[in-house]
């Protein structure tokens, strides 16, 4: 099958094509056919082997993502974490699919999904895909939108909050958006001008923009900062928070738990019931992962980057 290696760590460049051994599922398995996987920013922190969390915090991360990652490249070659496509086989102990099902699934620190072919465990974060979606459009659902679902679950959401989402129009900002109005909240977007309609359409109440108004002047104070970048300083983000709210960042969703298939169904419900969708920005090929790369890296994406299989 073809795969797209990452044996050492670098510029996009350091990503290449190649023929590998396509994998065969063991009896708690499923074989899946990749239709679609995305690249996001995280995807090329890993690849370049940057945390991006400011000086002082990646001089202590960097290590650390060599021990868990490997020393002098990914460990797990493949790269990729979110993709949506179709059961071709099962292991003999499998029940709660079968080959034809079309699925969306998270590889987590498996990795795996820049590639033809994976294999999952059958209770692995894997469920059914969104039958009004395109394997496109739900690719990105695994990663970027249960991010924004868990990031308002630890905030403790509640309806007739007031909520701001930095980054507002970027692949967890554009789910966060729409998930803060599905559950009640008064919502505040931060993007850059060229995307404010974007975020408008998306549902926000309100739209800043950051390269030309502070979120922090104005005497408003949210319940809850949704840091969808991880790039408010501490100082900006304390000015403007409720007396009893709570800051969010993607930065600190390393430490919670795994992703639950209960939780991915709770997203492919919202989507049949059309109050969330994907934001696609581009769509390359899997031959075009290096420009795909080299896109993301430049940080002006609007929602999602697709890959397709």
Do not use: W
Not at 8 to 36: Q, S
Not at 80 to 109: C, H, Q, W, Y
Not at 251 to 276: N, V, W, Y
């Amino acid at each position: 099958m073809k795969a797209v290696i990452c044996d050492k760590y670098g510029p996009p460049e350091v990503l290449r094509l190649a023929e590998v051994p396509k994998p065969f599922p063991n009896d708690n398995e499923v074989l899946v056919k990749i239709r679609a996987t995305t690249v996001h920013i995280g995807d090329t922190k890993i690849r370049r082997l940057e945390p991006g969390m400011g000086p002082i915090r990646d001089f202590f991360f960097k290590p650390m993502m060599r021990i868990v990652l490997g020393f002098r490249g990914p460990r797990r070659s493949i790269l990729g974490m979110e993709l949506a496509g179709d059961i071709e086989a099962v292991g003999r102990n499998v029940t709660r699919f079968k080959p034809g099902d079309a699925v969306f699934a998270s590889t987590e620190s498996a990795f795996g999904a820049y590639a033809e072919y994976c294999c999952l465990n059958q209770d692995a974060a894997l469920v059914p895909k969104p039958v009004n979606m395109s394997y496109e459009q739900a690719a990105p659902l695994s990663n970027a939108g249960i991010t924004a679902l868990l990031l308002f679950r630890k905030g403790n959401l509640q309806p007739g909050q007031n909520v701001l989402i930095y980054g507002a129009s970027g692949s967890v900002g554009t789910y966060a958006v729409q998930m803060a109005k599905h559950f009640g909240a008064r919502v505040t977007g931060v993007c850059s001008a060229a995307n404010q309609e974007l975020v408008k359409s998306l549902g926000a109440d309100m739209v800043l923009d950051y390269t030309r108004e502070d979120f922090t002047h104005r005497s408003e104070t949210y319940d809850i900062i949704v840091d969808a970048v991880g790039k408010i300083p501490p100082a900006m983000r304390r000015k403007s928070l409720a007396k009893s709210g709570t800051y969010q960042s993607v930065f600190d969703m390393s430490g919670l738990s795994r992703i639950a298939q209960s939780d991915l169904l709770i997203l492919k419900e919202l989507c049949e019931a059309q109050k969330l969708k994907t934001v696609v920005d581009r769509t390359y090929r899997l031959e075009q992962i290096v420009e795909a790369h080299r896109y993301v890296e430049q940080g002006h994406k609007k929602g999602n980057v697709i890959v397709t299989v």
